[in-house]
């Protein structure tokens, strides 16, 4: 039996939150910090939808895990399985026990591609794809380029997803290379999503919708899809009110997998009822053990799921954990800002910036419900280098 190994902070996952509060621990001086995440790689997913697009190839978006996991930090390459908050301890796969004084939660998502029947055989194949893949984000690109005409159905699940906004982006982009290909007059772009709205803040809303009024894009809400029935080419929805079921023929079909928190999660003393991890939304502390904070995707914050939200949402978590272990009350407090960059044609974007209540939280001086090529620029070319550069660095 591995023998139990202690650190003041320890962090579970190494994605965008982890690596992200490691590294401003560290800054702040903190010396014994443990990340446990088994993965060799880091991805930096928001380009996947350009990846999709034809843009850039996949590799872009992959670097070496072990190059951004802060110096001083110990990075114990391992998975954990469970919770003893009461004992302070986190479990792992063959590690061992982890204690902790403080313990960050922040695991990421796991994506349910079996609760979608005959998804896992189809994906890849025959004009079904996902950019929630790295393995079959370039199949997207394929099969949008080969298309030839027929029904392009872009779909949204029932649960919470990584960037809430993905699943149209690609959408947008695959109906503009339709019009650029000379074949839009031959293609039914359609947006089936289980949903009642488009878009969660009503400002960006109203701008998607005209442009699917323009374009001539169908959306159908509350259909949430259930089934890939592959050999008839044909996508089975269910009706989220009626119950009824709803059969659509596809030459191409984007799936959106349903997700949800990490199963050793789930099942632990810090999920709520729905299995996230339960978090004070303003300070992002654990609401029943307060030795513990949440933040990210695997967390209970009603926002989008967003590296832009961890952005906001890691320094709260610092300034409030380095506080508690002084003794102090806890001085930060997150407003549920979030980002969502919306792609909606090749060079133009929709910069969706706002709050827990839908409120817009702009950035720049002007209205970014517009579209903009410059917008378009800023995701194209700089948002990568400052998730690489400063945000994984601790210093944004």
Same mark, same amino acid.
């Given at each position: 039996?591995?023998?139990?190994?202690?650190?003041?902070?320890?962090?579970? %996952?190494?994605?965008?939150?982890?690596?992200? *509060?490691?590294?401003?621990?560290?800054?702040?001086?903190?010396?014994?910090?443990?990340?446990?995440?088994?993965?060799?790689?880091?991805?930096?997913?928001? /380009?996947?939808?350009?990846?999709?697009?034809?843009?850039?190839?996949?590799?872009?978006?992959?670097?070496?895990?072990?190059?951004?996991?802060?110096?001083?930090?110990?990075?114990?390459?391992?998975?954990?399985?469970?919770?003893?908050?009461?004992?302070?301890?986190?479990?792992?796969?063959?590690?061992?026990?982890?204690?902790?004084?403080?313990?960050?939660?922040?695991?990421?998502?796991?994506?349910?591609?079996?609760?979608?029947?005959?998804?896992?055989?189809?994906?890849?194949?025959?004009?079904?794809?996902?950019?929630?893949?790295?393995?079959?984000?370039?199949?997207?690109?394929?099969?949008?380029?080969?298309?030839?005409?027929?029904?392009?159905?872009?779909?949204?699940?029932?649960?919470?997803?990584?960037? %809430?906004?993905?699943?149209?982006?690609?959408?947008?982009?695959?109906?503009?290379?339709?019009?650029?290909?000379?074949?839009?007059?031959?293609?039914?772009?359609?947006?089936?999503?289980?949903?009642?709205?488009?878009?969660?803040?009503?400002?960006?809303?109203?701008?998607?919708?005209?442009?699917?009024?323009?374009?001539?894009?169908?959306?159908?809400?509350?259909?949430?899809? *259930?089934?890939?029935?592959?050999?008839?080419?044909?996508?089975?929805?269910?009706?989220?009110?009626?119950?009824?079921?709803? *059969?659509?023929?596809?030459?191409?079909?984007?799936?959106?997998?349903?997700?949800?928190?990490?199963?050793? *999660?789930?099942?632990?003393?810090?999920?709520?009822?729905?299995?996230?991890?339960?978090?004070?939304?303003?300070?992002?502390?654990?609401?029943?053990?307060?030795?513990?904070?949440?933040?990210?995707?695997?967390?209970?914050?009603?926002?989008?799921?967003?590296?832009?939200?961890?952005?906001?949402?890691?320094?709260?978590?610092?300034?409030?954990?380095?506080?508690?272990?002084?003794?102090?009350? /806890?001085?930060?407090?997150?407003?549920?800002?979030?980002?969502?960059?919306?792609?909606?044609?090749? %060079?133009?974007?929709? /910069?969706?910036?706002?709050?827990?209540? %839908?409120?817009?939280?702009?950035?720049?001086?002007?209205?970014?419900?517009?579209?903009?090529?410059?917008?378009?620029?800023?995701?194209?070319?700089?948002?990568?280098?400052?998730?690489?550069?400063?945000?994984?660095?601790?210093?944004?």
């Amino acid at each position: 039996m591995a023998k139990e190994q202690r650190f003041e902070i320890v962090i579970v %996952g190494g994605g965008a939150a982890g690596i992200s *509060v490691a590294a401003q621990l560290r800054r702040c001086g903190v010396k014994s910090i443990a990340v446990i995440d088994p993965s060799e790689q880091h991805f930096y997913q928001p /380009l996947w939808t350009l990846v999709g697009a034809g843009i850039f190839p996949r590799e872009k978006s992959l670097r070496r895990q072990i190059d951004y996991i802060p110096p001083g930090v110990n990075w114990i390459r391992d998975a954990a399985t469970g919770f003893d908050p009461a004992a302070r301890i986190v479990l792992t796969t063959g590690s061992g026990p982890v204690s902790y004084g403080q313990l960050v939660v922040c695991p990421g998502l796991e994506i349910f591609w079996d609760r979608i029947k005959g998804l896992p055989e189809a994906l890849g194949k025959d004009g079904v794809c996902s950019n929630y893949s790295y393995q079959h984000v370039e199949k997207t690109w394929e099969f949008i380029r080969g298309f030839r005409g027929g029904n392009a159905i872009f779909t949204m699940p029932a649960t919470p997803v990584k960037c %809430g906004g993905a699943p149209q982006k690609i959408m947008y982009l695959a109906e503009d290379h339709f019009r650029r290909t000379g074949i839009r007059d031959k293609a039914m772009v359609t947006y089936a999503l289980a949903g009642g709205v488009i878009f969660a803040a009503k400002k960006y809303a109203a701008s998607l919708n005209k442009i699917c009024d323009q374009r001539g894009i169908d959306r159908l809400f509350r259909h949430n899809l *259930v089934e890939i029935r592959a050999s008839e080419r044909k996508a089975v929805f269910t009706h989220m009110d009626t119950k009824a079921e709803v *059969v659509l023929p596809y030459s191409l079909l984007h799936v959106a997998p349903p997700m949800g928190a990490p199963q050793f *999660v789930r099942e632990s003393p810090l999920a709520n009822a729905d299995g996230w991890v339960e978090v004070d939304k303003a300070t992002l502390q654990h609401v029943r053990y307060p030795s513990v904070f949440g933040l990210g995707d695997a967390s209970s914050l009603p926002t989008s799921k967003t590296a832009a939200a961890i952005r906001k949402q890691a320094p709260v978590v610092v300034e409030n954990l380095l506080a508690l272990r002084a003794g102090k009350p /806890l001085p930060a407090s997150y407003n549920g800002y979030t980002s969502c960059p919306l792609v909606t044609r090749y %060079g133009k974007l929709i /910069l969706a910036e706002f709050d827990y209540d %839908g409120n817009p939280q702009e950035t720049f001086p002007f209205d970014q419900s517009k579209e903009r090529t410059s917008m378009y620029l800023l995701k194209k070319h700089a948002l990568a280098p400052l998730y690489w550069n400063r945000m994984l660095r601790g210093r944004a």
